[in-house]
């Protein structure tokens, strides 16, 4: 199977199976993936935050939270190459 059978493939397979199921499958590794990122960060929080200082505490948030964004802008990123990709 050449490349354009192969992309042909994945563009019908798209574009004709059942919205919920693929739904699923394209959704899972995403949540997936910021699940074992706030679990990271929580677990980061906690260990600084045995340290006693608040600065520290609040410094992991607004880290968190920088994460966050990077991460959305990452994977917005990789959604539309993936589109482009598959088109």
Do not use: C, H
């Amino acid at each position: 199977m050449n490349k354009k059978e192969q992309q042909e493939e994945k563009y019908r397979r798209i574009t004709q199976a059942k919205i919920y199921p693929l739904l699923w499958r394209m959704a899972i590794p995403s949540m997936i993936g910021m699940m074992v990122s706030s679990i990271y960060s929580m677990t980061d929080t906690f260990f600084v935050g045995m340290l006693g200082r608040t600065e520290l505490t609040a410094s992991v948030g607004i880290v968190f939270s920088f994460i966050s964004m990077i991460q959305g802008r990452s994977v917005r990123r990789i959604s539309v190459k993936q589109k482009k990709w598959l088109l």
